[in-house]
């Protein structure tokens, strides 16, 4: 899902459709965080129905604490939040002597814990757990100019403990903490610096839209049960994410199950329209990794389908890509009886319907496809939305010396399209696009 979809929903608002009849129904908690941020960026008012909103959960909160204390150390409230988090042994009555401290010299608490941690007004053992994390923070915030920011938050996050802590947690909604702070960290690519970030996150925070009356609802799929909407975007139908990995290591088949379930659930949702969604890459740790569409789109059916070639699209500068040609498609071996059907669909469809004509005006609803009696909601449209696969010959060669701004010098081991496999000289072989790096 793009931004142009984003505006299809501000057309449908144009046009008198109530936002609060319109859904984004994903799988994973942590898918919201870009949702979110589009909506601000575009000022449609939006709700998160089943929690908090992204950078409003208590992980989130917790992770963000920590880089506040590293970029911004005079934060009282960021250091306060995270002192004893994880649990460090320091009780209420060390943390109120740094506040008196801090309070009758004028200074902020981490400066007020530095100066504690060199008297002998605090015991051994709290004085030394203090002095221990006061030593973290001078350590990382050393990392602040030669250490890429998002790095470095990883860094933090697993140095401090806070990681393992989630790790341990055997409750039913740690994994999902896990994801969503790797998603924070995912996040702060897009960003220069760690103080740009947190600026961004600060404007994030401030946005209130509680005073709109008609909100666009953003929910996952297991709190989505016994509500309907006119209109319903489904993103992320791809394997390993939907269905989701963890629940078929978990539980197999009745894992698999569960999982099919939920996309029922997903599409019954919709009275009306249903537009489901998947990438062929995502970039994963600063890498795009090539996903493959979820079997459960095979699982459609066949009449009540409509593929909708995606809209065009230059994501980073990477090549434009077409749902319909997957031949093209880099690495997939996906050419399943149902992805044929599908493919088959819509090369009829074109041949006979010109792109903005008839059904498929602006790669909009196609609310002309007849429905068989008893039946209460429109087709399904499936969308892909390609993010980066080329057919076009790459500029460089094997054995050719090139530069990652990241993993620095490397020579080329293979090419395909405009993914390189490169051999670099400190980081080891990584994948990569020809779009991130440049001749050496």
Known sequence: MCSSDLEEIEQLQRQGKSLDDIAILVRASFQMREFEERFITLGLPY????????????????????????????????????????????????????????????????????????????????RQTLRALLDDFARWTSLLDTTAHNELAEIILEESGYTEMWQKDRSAEAAGRLENLKELVRSMEEFPDLPAFLEHISLVLEVDDKAAVERVTIMTLHGAKGLEFETVFLPGWEEQLFPHQRSLDESGRAGLEEERRLAYVGITRAKRRAKIYFATNRRIRGLWQTTIPSRFLDELPAAHVDVIEARSSNYGGYAQSRFANMDNYAGSTYATPGWQRAQARQQETSSTTSRGGGNNSGGGWNSGTNMGSGQRRAPAMIEGELLATSTSKSGYATGGRVFHQKFGPGTVASVDGNKLTVDFDKAGRKMVLESFIQGA
């Open 47 to 126: 709700k998160v129905i089943g929690g908090p909103r992204f950078y409003e959960r208590a992980e989130v909160r917790d992770a963000l604490a920590y880089l506040r204390c590293v970029g911004q150390p005079a934060d009282d409230l960021a250091f306060e939040r995270i002192v004893n988090v994880p649990k460090r042994g320091l009780g209420d009555a060390t943390v109120q002597l740094v506040h008196d401290h801090a309070r009758r010299m004028r200074i902020p608490l981490m400066q007020s814990a530095r100066a504690l941690v060199e008297s002998e007004e605090l015991k051994p053992k709290p």
